[in-house]
């Protein structure tokens, strides 16, 4: 779930990708001198406004590139994709070099912030030189090309057969077949291997155009946008890692002794207590929900997977659209079969995306633009090769807003468009602001919004719109509800932290090209007590299989998110007048915690996020306690599961100090 719109992550979903085979695009051209020079006697308040009008005027440019390169990838649209990528990279260039004429200067505190962020735009520094700038916008194209047209196919007789990373993701998410989980979960980690030889180079490249804006390396550029210190974002990070690890740790225990009851102890766990990285439902062990047909903690009590009915309503409008097109007699019937089941495809996922439309609209939030229903992309396109990673978009701060999903009746894709919706929402609340102040507070709250919307989606709230029979009422029923978000939630902090740890040391250079794959190993098992069954040498690049890695994407901003999203929840309940468990809340309706979440989106990042987030829930911290407290019944009922099993794990010969 990828927001790629912001000004501050606009270069980090760079180019959508090409098909499997292509020829090589001619190189385009040296990009002209991209400003007119700085005026003489230019203050910094006229430089600042001036950077903000000719990013208005060159922003939705650099996004209807990125969108075609999205949702139609082919070597045009790559080539014209990079070809605004490198003139924008060219702008930024500029701006970054006049901007070095008011260091020093005294100035208003918001010319000061606003000169601040102008260097953190981009979580891909270009270099100045030329030749080296195309080069990078070369090989982030090629290695997001790579990844968007990921296929692994086998021969069978004069039969070929592929699967795209959706097919071989539901095979880690629907059958238990110890085998065919490891052949879909090894064959998707084949498609990164190109990757590395470009990845080692981009890093050299990022890393020059980080240490001419000023930085170590490009890590501490990222640890840089966060209003303290660079060093201090790994404190902090880690300071939440260990409130919320214990948690961690007994839904990892839990999950162990259920694998180990399906496949057997030789099987469902590895050496030292980890877990076997093909078992866990998810390419990328990021997620555990699709294990709840073996970790549902009372199968027999209310049934609160959603996917069924999301179905119904799909075959509903179907039916529908048969009645509709009965007396259509153009075409063949299979052609006009066809056609009758797109149509009711896309007013299935158009009638999700209303859903939760309808919750933002509850708060007294706007409803979403018209253009948005004719612009987005709802369901995979037939004709050509997409994007299907979901993303939201504002194209030009003025409007157009649009997201990007392959949307199917399911549970996750439900909840993924409620998240990206959350994105649209902050981007319509700040688009009066400066376009150097169109962010997040920081880039954890920009996904933290919609998640808290999430949250709020309750059992009762899901029964009160039809989408389960009845509300859970009894004690195992709200703890089944606990862990159907613990799998969501808990599973993925480990992971939203290691990606980073890894990148961050690639980027000093503490992890060298040679040692990638088993760093990025050692860590999974650090911080998720996972690994692999089969051995991972140096002659795989796993890290690239993860879409945010070829897209250079910075990670710990979903790792945040998911702390400041519990803390959001709870000022938010506060503020619609709620009494009881904080995990059966919801605000659903509230015009007052509408209000106040809307009076904290609109102000965008005009001033740092601690002020933003004292003045939400009355801390200027981030704090993992409304995590913790969400969860309490679910941590004292995995400890009675739990009670005489050994937990933790082990790590090389390096035992976790927690194991007990």
Known sequence: MLRPALLAVAMLTVLGGLAACQRKAPTPAPAPPPTPAASTGETADQFIARVNQEVRQHYPELNSAQWLSNTDINSDSELIAAKANERWLAHLAVWLAEAKRFEGQPMAPQTARALKLLTLWTAMPAPQDPKQREELTQIASRMEGMYGAGRVCNSEGRHKTCRDIGQLGDVLAKNRDYDAQLQAWTGWHSISIPMRKDYTRFVTLVNIGARQLGYADTGELWRAGYDMPPPELAKQSDRLWNQVKPLYEQLHCYARGKLDAQYGKDKGELPGGLLPAHLLGNLWQQDWSNLWDLLAPYPAAVNLDISGTLQQRAQAELLYAQVRKQDDTIGTAAARAFNIERAAQLASAKLMTRD?????????????????????????????????????????????????????????????????????????????????????????????????????????????????????????????????????????????????????????????????????????????????????????????????????????????????????????????????????????????????????????????????????????????????????????????????????????????????
């Not at 993925?492 to 088993?518: E, H, Q």
């Open 356 to 660: 939760a439309e309808s919750f933002y609209v509850s708060l007294g939030f706007p409803k979403l633009p018209g253009s948005y229903w004719q612009k987005s992309q709802f369901i995979r396109p037939l004709d050509r090769d997409v994007m299907c990673h979901a993303s939201a978009w504002d194209m030009n701060m003025q409007g157009d807003l649009r997201t990007k999903m392959c949307i199917t009746p399911s549970e996750e894709d439900y909840t993924t468009i409620y998240h990206e919706l959350g994105h649209l929402y902050y981007d319509m609340a700040y688009n009066p602001l400066p376009p150097l102040f169109q962010n997040g507070a920081q880039d954890g709250f920009h996904e933290a919004i919609g998640d808290t919307i999430v949250l709020a989606m309750t059992p009762h709230y899901l029964a009160s719109v039809g989408l389960l029979q009845e509300a859970p009422q009894n004690s195992q029923s709200q703890i089944n509800a606990q862990m159907r978000m613990a799998l969501s939630k808990v599973a993925f902090l480990p992971f939203g932290l290691m990606i980073d740890r890894w990148r961050w040391g690639v980027f000093d250079g503490s992890i060298k090209p040679a040692d990638y794959n088993k760093a990025w190993w050692a860590l999974k098992a650090q911080y998720q007590g996972v690994a692999p069954v089969t051995a991972r040498g140096e002659d795989y690049f796993d890290a690239g299989a993860k879409y945010h890695v070829p897209a250079n994407t910075p990670y710990t901003r979903y790792f945040l998110a998911n702390i400041l999203q519990f803390q959001f929840y709870k000022a938010l309940c506060d503020a619609s007048g709620y009494k009881g468990r904080l995990s059966e809340c919801s605000f659903y309706g509230s015009k007052a915690a509408g209000d106040k979440y809307w009076a904290m989106l609109r102000k965008g990042n005009s001033q740092p996020w601690q002020q933003t987030l004292q003045e939400l829930t009355g801390s200027d911290h981030m704090d993992a306690a409304p995590l913790l407290e969400y969860f309490a019944p679910l941590h004292t009922w995995l400890k009675q599961q739990n009670a005489g099993l050994q937990c933790g794990w082990i790590t090389g010969s390096t035992p976790n100090p927690d194991r007990n």
